[in-house]
């Protein structure tokens, strides 16, 4: 089992940034082997891929972030970080982090809003 806790969320304006983090706990060898990834999900709106990393460090991201939003993870801390830059208020939503490795693991979920 493992478990996945996002932090970082706030109010911010747009054009600001934010950083937000996602710490794994549990089965360490399923934690190193994971792909790694932001979600978001706004109200009324189907959740979408924001970004994934993989084990061996690569990335992939949605083309609506590309150039402003940064995934990265330290292994030593089984940490991913999702750096936001240039913030809109179309990416206000709730952001979660996902861990995938044979089943998937989300965590609760941390509120970004961006004000025009």
């Known amino acids: 089992q493992v478990q996945l806790v996002e932090s970082g969320g706030g109010l911010v304006q747009a054009g600001g940034s934010l950083r937000l983090s996602c710490a794994a706990s549990?089965?360490?060898?399923?934690?190193?082997?994971?792909?790694m990834g932001w979600f978001r999900q706004a109200p009324g709106k189907e959740r979408e891929l924001v970004a994934t990393?993989?084990?061996?460090?690569?990335?992939n991201y949605a083309d609506s972030v590309k150039g402003r939003f940064t995934i990265s993870r330290d292994t030593s801390k089984y940490t991913v970080y999702l750096q936001m830059n240039s913030l809109k208020p179309e990416d206000t939503a709730v952001y979660l982090c996902?861990?995938?490795?044979?089943?998937?693991?989300w965590g609760q979920g941390t509120q970004v809003t961006v004000s025009s």
């Open positions: 996902n861990g995938r490795v044979a089943a998937d693991y």
């Open positions: 549990g089965n360490i060898f399923s934690i190193h082997r994971m792909t």
């Open positions: 990393i993989t084990s061996s460090g690569s990335t």
